[in-house]
């Protein structure tokens, strides 16, 4: 006679057990593991691609860019092509900063034929401090190297910051206000 209470601490199957069926058992828990997670990982993609937060951060990464390069040729003058840059300004820009590039044309134009004056600009930081995708509205400040050669003396290189003011218009965001921040005064 054996005795039932010991435990049959073996690791062979037992008698009557299909090899088989061990094996089929496992792959049905690996497929159905696999259709779970390739479940999931489809429903995150779907979301993530439909995401209200994905388009903003797209929009906002446009803005700051679009906001640089328009800074960028506002900041280029050059007494040799100014009729040639103040016609993109025009394409950059809403009123009221149009206007008054337009209401300076001229004094502009004197002022750096007179110099014989030529800059050109580079963003070197820049962030946007608000969006407003529905009023199609947006603020940046921008850190700008700005080099000026007048005739024959060297170029000089002065380092600014700007506060932009951009509106979206059917053709894109343009520049709608540009200003110089100053220095905080020291304390």
Same mark, same amino acid.
Request: charged share 25%; no cysteine; hydrophobic share 40%.
């Given at each position: 006679?054996? @005795?039932? &209470?010991?435990?049959?601490?073996?690791?062979?199957?037992?008698?009557?057990? @299909?090899?088989? !069926?061990?094996?089929?058992?496992?792959?049905?828990?690996?497929? =159905?593991?696999?259709?779970?997670?390739?479940?999931?990982?489809?429903? &995150?993609?779907?979301?993530?691609?439909?995401?209200?937060?994905? @388009?903003? #951060? !797209?929009?906002?990464?446009?803005?700051?860019?679009?906001?640089?390069?328009?800074? *960028?040729?506002?900041?280029?003058?050059?007494? !040799? +092509?100014? %009729?040639? *840059?103040?016609?993109?300004?025009? &394409?950059?820009?809403?009123?009221?900063?149009?206007?008054?590039?337009?209401? %300076?044309?001229?004094?502009? +134009?004197?002022?750096?034929?007179?110099? +014989?004056?030529?800059?050109?600009?580079? #963003?070197?930081?820049?962030?946007?401090?608000?969006?407003?995708?529905?009023?199609?509205?947006?603020?940046?400040?921008? *850190?700008?190297?700005?080099?000026? +050669?007048?005739?024959?003396?060297?170029?000089?290189?002065?380092?600014?910051?700007?506060?932009?003011?951009?509106?979206?218009?059917?053709?894109?965001?343009?520049?709608?206000?540009? @200003?110089?921040?100053?220095?905080?005064?020291? =304390?």
């Amino acid at each position: 006679m054996t @005795d039932r &209470s010991t435990t049959d601490l073996s690791t062979d199957p037992p008698q009557g057990a @299909d090899p088989r !069926r061990v094996l089929v058992l496992g792959a049905t828990v690996l497929v =159905v593991l696999a259709t779970l997670f390739a479940g999931w990982y489809g429903v &995150s993609w779907a979301v993530a691609g439909s995401d209200d937060g994905l @388009d903003f #951060a !797209r929009e906002r990464d446009e803005v700051v860019l679009v906001g640089q390069q328009h800074v *960028i040729n506002l900041l280029h003058q050059d007494y !040799r +092509k100014y %009729d040639e *840059i103040f016609e993109q300004l025009k &394409s950059a820009t809403t009123s009221p900063l149009s206007e008054a590039l337009a209401a %300076d044309k001229e004094a502009t +134009k004197k002022y750096l034929n007179d110099r +014989k004056l030529v800059t050109t600009a580079k #963003a070197r930081e820049s962030a946007l401090t608000e969006l407003d995708l529905r009023a199609g509205k947006a603020k940046m400040l921008a *850190i700008v190297e700005l080099t000026g +050669k007048s005739g024959e003396e060297q170029p000089q290189v002065s380092t600014g910051r700007v506060a932009v003011e951009l509106t979206r218009t059917p053709d894109g965001w343009r520049l709608s206000a540009l @200003d110089a921040v100053r220095p905080a005064p020291a =304390v």
